[in-house]
Structures are given as C-alpha cells and as structure tokens.
Nanobody, 122 residues
Framework: VQLQASGGGLVQAGDSLTLSCASS????????MGWFRQAPGKEREFVAR????????DYADSVKGRFTISRDNAKNTMYLQMNSLKPEDTAVYYC????????????????WGQGTQVTVSS
C-alpha cells in the first residue's frame, strides 16, 4: 500500500484546511487508517483513526470537536477536515494504514505517507 498525503499549507488561526491521503493499493478499503502529526522537536502523535468501514472513529482530545476524519473507499482516499485551527496544530501531518482494527499507536502502522506540512499563524 502506497500512501500520499496532501493538502497542507499556511493558514491563520481560526481557518480551516482539509488534508487528503490517497492510496494506490487495492487493499485500501480493507485497511484501518490514521492521521498522525509531528511538530518540530516532538514525537509523532496520534490525531485521528478510522476503521475500514468508518464504523470506528476516534480522535485525540486536542482535536476533538474541531477535526473530522472520513474516508471514501471508492476513491481510495481518506480525509481530515480541520476547523478552528490553532498555532499548536502546526506540524507535519502523516497518514498511515494497517490491516485490522485502527490504532492510536504509531508503531502499529505498517504503511506511511510522506507527510504534509500544516502551519497555523497566530
């Protein structure tokens, strides 16, 4: 499974942004997916996860109520709608995939996209 994240950019606090994660593999629809982010000098952290069917969705407390994860299996694409962005959301955002149930743990994902930079100015 090859993943490619896109949609990052420079925005102001309070703005919205939508990230996409496109997969070239035929197994995308059977994989659980997740979004993670890594700020400079910090470890990569969990943002959101979604099961293959969309039946399981989960968010980090820091983004709950502001971010929405979704997927379109027909398009082999996952999304992260980010609203009310804050400067502390600034990071490189990565999408990841794994077979089985979705996870919050970085090391449990086998497939990773290259990351897309999100910068939120105050």
């Amino acid at each position: 499974v090859q993943l490619q994240a896109s949609g990052g950019g420079l925005v102001q606090a309070g703005d919205s942004l939508t990230l996409s994660c496109a997969s070239s593999g035929r197994t995308f629809s059977s994989y659980s997916m997740g979004w993670f982010r890594q700020a400079p000098g910090k470890e990569r952290e969990f943002v959101a996860r979604i099961s293959w069917s969309g039946g399981i969705i989960d968010y980090a407390d820091s983004v709950k109520g502001r971010f929405t994860i979704s997927r379109d299996n027909a398009k082999n694409t996952m999304y992260l709608q980010m609203n009310s962005l804050k400067p502390e959301d600034t990071a490189v955002y990565y999408c990841a995939g794994r077979p089985g149930v979705p996870s919050r743990v970085v090391n449990e994902y086998a497939y990773w996209g290259q990351g897309t930079q999100v910068t939120v100015s105050s």
